[in-house]
């Protein structure tokens, strides 16, 4: 079991960072922003590696790439209502104070 539980949470980086941020990174060289964008909103479930996408997709905006960033921002938004519409706001709130950013 503590080795179930010590591998477990780096699992979960693999799954929710850098598989989004890989199959994110290849839409955006293939020019899909938008899609890009949606892609790493995935990011979000795991918000200690958010920074990255909002880093990539602000730099993005910079060059005057903006598909990417509207689609990081409506991708966090159907996560958050599709996690209020499934739960509570104290439910959520109380994730958000678990992850101690």
Known sequence: ?????TLWPG?????L???PFTLGALLFRKGKDAAAGLVWSLMALKP???P???LLTLSA???GRFKPLLGLLG???ALVLLC?????PTIMLNWLASLKL
Do not use: E, H, N, R
């Not at 699992?11 to 799954?15: A, C, G, L, S, Y």
């Not at 209020?84 to 509570?88: A, G, M, R, W």
């Open 1 to 5: 079991m503590p080795i179930f539980t």
């Open 11 to 15: 699992q979960i980086d693999i799954v």
């Open 17 to 19: 960072g850098l598989l």
């Open 48 to 50: 200690q590696l958010l």
């Open 52 to 54: 990255i996408a909002i």
């Open 61 to 63: 905006a910079f060059k």
């Open 75 to 77: 991708g966090i938004a």
């Open 84 to 88: 209020l519409l499934l739960s509570s």
